[in-house]
Protein backbone atom coordinates (compact mmCIF):
# COMPACT_ATOMS: atom_id res chain seq x y z
CA UNK A 1 0.00 0.00 0.00
CA UNK A 2 1.18 3.56 -0.79
CA UNK A 3 0.50 6.95 0.37
CA UNK A 4 0.54 10.30 -1.10
CA UNK A 5 0.61 11.61 2.21
CA UNK A 6 3.60 12.87 4.13
CA UNK A 7 3.86 13.84 8.21
CA UNK A 8 7.09 16.38 8.97
CA UNK A 9 8.01 17.13 12.04
CA UNK A 10 11.34 18.62 11.63
CA UNK A 11 13.39 20.91 9.07
CA UNK A 12 10.70 20.45 6.44
CA UNK A 13 7.76 21.88 8.58
CA UNK A 14 5.33 24.09 7.35
CA UNK A 15 6.85 27.81 7.56
CA UNK A 16 10.03 26.18 8.77
CA UNK A 17 12.83 29.02 7.12
CA UNK A 18 14.77 25.85 4.98
CA UNK A 19 15.02 25.71 1.25
CA UNK A 20 13.57 21.95 1.41
CA UNK A 21 10.63 22.99 3.55
CA UNK A 22 9.82 25.49 0.75
CA UNK A 23 10.15 22.88 -1.75
CA UNK A 24 7.43 21.12 0.01
CA UNK A 25 5.22 23.48 0.13
CA UNK A 26 5.81 24.23 -3.34
CA UNK A 27 5.10 20.24 -4.21
CA UNK A 28 2.29 19.45 -1.68
CA UNK A 29 -1.17 20.61 -0.39
CA UNK A 30 -1.10 21.12 3.30
CA UNK A 31 -3.43 19.32 5.31
CA UNK A 32 -3.50 20.06 8.57
CA UNK A 33 -1.24 19.92 12.05
CA UNK A 34 -1.11 16.19 13.16
CA UNK A 35 0.74 13.53 14.86
CA UNK A 36 2.36 10.16 15.66
CA UNK A 37 3.60 7.86 18.22
CA UNK A 38 6.97 8.44 18.50
CA UNK A 39 10.08 9.92 20.46
CA UNK A 40 11.18 12.72 19.19
CA UNK A 41 15.20 13.64 19.37
CA UNK A 42 18.07 16.31 18.94
CA UNK A 43 20.67 15.23 16.41
CA UNK A 44 22.37 17.74 15.44
CA UNK A 45 21.02 20.48 14.32
CA UNK A 46 18.12 18.92 13.23
CA UNK A 47 15.30 16.11 14.87
CA UNK A 48 15.05 12.51 14.72
CA UNK A 49 11.82 10.52 15.70
CA UNK A 50 11.28 6.69 16.61
CA UNK A 51 8.18 4.94 16.61
CA UNK A 52 6.94 3.84 19.71
CA UNK A 53 3.73 1.91 21.11
CA UNK A 54 3.13 3.57 23.83
CA UNK A 55 0.10 5.85 23.70
CA UNK A 56 1.73 8.83 25.74
CA UNK A 57 4.37 9.03 23.15
CA UNK A 58 3.85 11.72 20.55
CA UNK A 59 5.39 13.29 17.91
CA UNK A 60 3.73 16.18 16.46
CA UNK A 61 3.83 17.94 13.20
CA UNK A 62 2.11 18.83 9.79
CA UNK A 63 0.58 16.56 7.07
CA UNK A 64 1.11 17.28 3.55
CA UNK A 65 -0.63 15.83 0.44
CA UNK A 66 1.91 15.40 -2.42
CA UNK A 67 1.52 16.34 -5.81
CA UNK A 68 3.69 14.13 -7.48
CA UNK A 69 4.56 11.84 -5.21
CA UNK A 70 7.50 9.91 -7.56
CA UNK A 71 8.86 13.07 -8.19
CA UNK A 72 9.03 14.78 -4.98
CA UNK A 73 9.63 11.61 -2.55
CA UNK A 74 12.82 11.16 -4.70
CA UNK A 75 13.72 14.70 -3.96
CA UNK A 76 12.87 14.06 0.15
CA UNK A 77 14.45 10.86 0.26
CA UNK A 78 17.82 12.34 -0.96
CA UNK A 79 17.11 14.98 1.61
CA UNK A 80 16.40 12.64 4.25
CA UNK A 81 19.95 10.42 3.66
CA UNK A 82 18.38 7.46 1.88
CA UNK A 83 20.41 6.37 -0.56
CA UNK A 84 24.09 5.36 -1.09
CA UNK A 85 25.83 8.27 0.24
CA UNK A 86 28.28 6.90 2.63
CA UNK A 87 28.22 9.89 4.82
CA UNK A 88 24.60 9.71 5.60
CA UNK A 89 23.73 6.50 3.68
CA UNK A 90 19.75 5.38 5.71
CA UNK A 91 20.32 8.02 8.42
CA UNK A 92 16.24 7.48 8.12
CA UNK A 93 13.45 5.38 6.43
CA UNK A 94 10.46 6.82 4.95
CA UNK A 95 7.73 4.43 6.90
CA UNK A 96 4.04 4.34 6.28
CA UNK A 97 2.08 4.39 9.98
CA UNK A 98 -1.13 5.32 11.13
CA UNK A 99 -1.12 9.49 11.93
CA UNK A 100 -4.14 11.49 13.27
CA UNK A 101 -5.31 14.82 12.57
CA UNK A 102 -7.41 14.87 15.49
CA UNK A 103 -7.50 12.33 18.31
CA UNK A 104 -10.49 10.43 16.48
CA UNK A 105 -9.30 10.76 12.20
CA UNK A 106 -6.61 8.84 11.43
CA UNK A 107 -4.88 8.89 8.05
CA UNK A 108 -2.08 6.74 6.83
CA UNK A 109 1.06 8.73 5.80
CA UNK A 110 4.91 8.38 5.32
CA UNK A 111 6.86 9.57 7.74
CA UNK A 112 10.59 9.79 8.08
CA UNK A 113 11.55 7.69 10.67
CA UNK A 114 15.38 8.02 12.03
CA UNK A 115 17.10 4.41 11.95
CA UNK A 116 20.53 4.75 14.16
CA UNK A 117 21.09 4.57 17.61
CA UNK A 118 19.43 7.24 20.02
CA UNK A 119 20.46 6.00 23.41
CA UNK A 120 23.25 9.11 23.15
CA UNK A 121 20.91 12.15 22.03
CA UNK A 122 18.91 14.29 23.93
CA UNK A 123 15.15 13.63 24.11
CA UNK A 124 12.62 16.31 23.17
CA UNK A 125 9.74 14.98 25.68
CA UNK A 126 7.35 17.95 24.19
CA UNK A 127 7.46 15.61 20.69
CA UNK A 128 7.31 19.45 19.37
CA UNK A 129 10.68 20.20 17.26
CA UNK A 130 10.03 24.11 17.40
Do not use: C
Request: hydrophobic content about 30%.
Amino acid sequence: MASEYLLVYGTLLKDFDSYMSKFLEQNSEFVGSGYFQGNLYEISWYPGAVLSNHPDDKVYGHIFKIKNPKKTFQVLDDYEGIGDDLEHSNEYTRTLIDAYLNESEHIKTYVYIYNLPTAHLKHISSGKYV
